[in-house]
């Protein structure tokens, strides 16, 4: 960029929170229900409230009855379905064995939760938070942390609008804002862009395990209605992954007679010829899911990902002028595939530690009530249980590693003890994958077009859009190594995990290029995680880029 750009105008805020998911959300409706007078500003980047989520979703209404005790009277409220049926299957090639419900500790009940579109859910949270009076600016991405002169963390800068490829002012151009606040939540969901700054910058991650994640893949379903069974969800794990590669399945019918379909696989697996997106195409194939999908049609698709590190793997909180909250902080229940209700229960712990700090008057500094309190709070209590679940699942593949989870499980609900202690998640997810020499590739069934499809016309139906003319959004920051080792050690993974196809090596006049497809970005941020050599890194793009997701 020319370094004689316009000043950027600045705006003041007590408290700005980058991100309108549910922890976001949940901290602007809080802060506002403390105190009328706080100006309290979100950033979203989707295009609206709701467009970049993507979740099962069955959730926990904890953290909601707690934010909006009386809900359930509210006729506009997007929680609609409550479960009524629960059955978690282990799958084989063709068949199926069904977990009788008595023998899973009972925090895998889903009795009380409700079914829902979380992205519903969250246009329905932000016009709550502006009846309150909380300022929103969807298609806005935060680019930047701004930091003050002692280092603490001021605010942040959304990006400039109408930059060309190249870097340069396109006609139209506009300088991005400074949005100033005297605390800045980081509610950014997992992989947080300035959120991992912040972890590097201010080492939050000292002495924990490291972060790991899972790839959600989803697709929304219009079934035909003699398949649809409001309130039934089920969980799958086993078929079609082998033994070595964790990850599975959820499926859970709601209102309208929809069905979310979705595949998790866990990031730490090691061949990289594993292809996400296709295991989610052949898992459709099983007879226990295909009658469901048959006759019906496919409405959405879209993939993002998850934190699985759980308890060892939660940074420190706070910094000189804000916190991490949400997902930007890994608070997701792996085994219970539940995030949603950790999210909004920090929203609201960490509103509760700003708004006491600015009626102290204090601005710009730590808020260690926030750091302290999380592992003695609901949230602590529900990751403590489960906290082995993930270890020993990566250590002893999936027949052991579950079965020893499950019984870990149960001695952490019963005796509040373990024998195993704390297991430690070892390796990072960029440093799992082996050499692509140790492996064959995988041969994928063709698509059907019944109920399996490609990956270009999934993404159709992500609606993703990015304006082409504007610098890439994903760096490589060494393309050398990046064919030296992505290339030539694991054989191109990026052109499997990536849900989007925006990954290719192109074979041309005898060499191979990479050839980036960013305007097909989901905003996983997979690349960003399973790079074997941390190379990509995702930035945000121009705002309102990225998917358009109706209601996943
Ligand atoms: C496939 C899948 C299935 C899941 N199933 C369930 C389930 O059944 N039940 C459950 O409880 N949980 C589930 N989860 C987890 C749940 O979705 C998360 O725990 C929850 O969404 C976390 O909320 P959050 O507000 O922290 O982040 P998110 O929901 O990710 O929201 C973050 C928001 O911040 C915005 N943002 C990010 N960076 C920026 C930036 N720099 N500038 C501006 N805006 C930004 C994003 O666009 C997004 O809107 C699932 C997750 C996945 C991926
Ligand atoms: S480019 Fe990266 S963030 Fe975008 S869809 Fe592909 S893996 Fe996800």
Redesign the pocket.
């Known amino acids: 960029m020319p370094e004689d750009l316009p000043p950027r105008e600045s705006m003041e805020f007590d408290v700005v929170i980058?991100?309108?998911?549910?922890?976001?959300l949940a901290a602007a409706i809080r802060l506002k229900q403390l105190s009328s007078d706080i100006s309290v500003l979100v950033?979203?980047?989707?295009s609206e409230?709701g467009a970049?989520?993507?979740?099962?979703?069955?959730?926990?209404p904890i953290g909601i009855d707690r934010l909006l005790p009386d809900w359930r009277e509210d006729k506009d409220s997007a929680i609609k379905t409550p479960v009524t049926a629960d059955h978690f299957y282990w799958l084989g090639r063709a068949g199926r064995l069904r977990l009788p419900n008595i023998l899973l500790p009972p925090l895998f009940s889903n009795h009380g939760n409700f079914i829902v579109s979380?992205g519903n859910v969250?246009r329905w949270l932000a016009q709550k938070a502006e009846a309150l009076g909380v300022e929103i600016y969807p298609g806005?991405?935060?680019?930047e942390v701004l930091y003050d002169g002692n280092g603490a963390v001021a605010g942040v800068a959304t990006g400039d609008m109408g930059v060309a490829k190249d870097g340069t002012p396109k006609p139209g151009f506009q300088r991005g804002m400074e949005l100033r606040g005297k605390y800045t939540l980081f509610?950014?969901?997992?992989r947080?862009?300035?959120s991992k700054q912040l972890i590097d910058r201010f080492e939050l991650a000292r002495d924990r395990e490291p972060q790991k994640f899972g790839i959600?893949?989803?697709e929304l379903w219009k079934v035909a209605p003699e398949q649809h069974r409001p309130g039934l969800v089920q969980h799958t794990f086993g078929w079609p992954l082998d033994n070595s590669t964790g990850g599975g399945s959820?499926l859970y019918h709601f209102e309208d007679q929809q069905v979310a379909v979705?595949f998790?696989v866990h990031l730490n697996y090691r061949n990289p010829y594993i292809a996400p997106f296709e295991e989610f195409q052949r898992f459709k194939l099983h007879p226990l899911i295909r009658p469901t999908l048959e006759g019906g049609k496919r409405i959405a698709y879209g993939a993002?990902?998850?934190t699985e590190g759980g308890w060892q793997s939660v940074p420190r909180l706070v910094f000189p002028g804000g916190a991490l909250?949400?997902?930007?902080a890994g608070?997701?229940n792996v085994p219970r595939?539940?995030?949603?209700?950790?999210?909004v229960l920090s929203g609201i712990f960490a509103a509760e530690a700003v708004a006491a700090a600015l009626k102290q008057g204090r601005k710009g500094d730590e808020l260690l009530d926030y750091d302290g309190g999380w592992s003695r709070s609901a949230i602590g209590s529900d990751l403590w249980k489960v906290r082995n679940a993930k270890p020993l699942w990566s250590r002893l593949g999936t027949a052991a590693g579950i079965g020893l989870a499950g019984f870990d499980m149960w001695m952490n609900t019963i005796f509040r003890f373990s024998p195993f202690g704390t297991l430690r998640h070892g390796k990072s997810d960029a440093g799992t994958l082996k050499p692509a020499a140790n492996f064959k590739p995988i041969a994928y069934p063709r698509p059907d077009n019944v109920v399996t499809f490609d990956r270009l016309s999934s993404v159709f139906l992500s609606n993703t859009n990015h304006e082409e003319d504007q610098p890439v959004h994903l760096r490589v920051a060494d393309m050398a190594l990046q064919k030296a080792s992505e290339h030539d050690v694991y054989a191109g993974p990026s052109a499997r995990y990536c849900p989007a196809g925006v990954y290719e090596w192109v074979e041309q006049g005898g060499s191979v290029r990479f050839q980036i497809n960013a305007q097909n970005c989901v905003?996983c941020k997979t690349c960003d995680i399973k790079d074997p050599n941390g190379n990509i890194t995702w930035v945000?793009p121009e705002g309102g880029g990225g998917p358009n997701y109706p209601n996943m």
Request: proline share 3%; net charge positive; charged share 10%.
């Open positions: 980058v991100g309108a998911g549910p922890a976001g950033v979203e980047k989707g409230v970049h989520i993507l979740s099962g979703a069955v959730i926990d979380l969250c806005f991405a935060a680019a509610a950014e969901g997992a947080g862009s300035l959600g893949l989803k959820f979705g998790v993002r990902a998850l909250v949400g997902c930007a608070f997701m595939i539940k995030g949603t209700h950790n999210a905003h945000p």
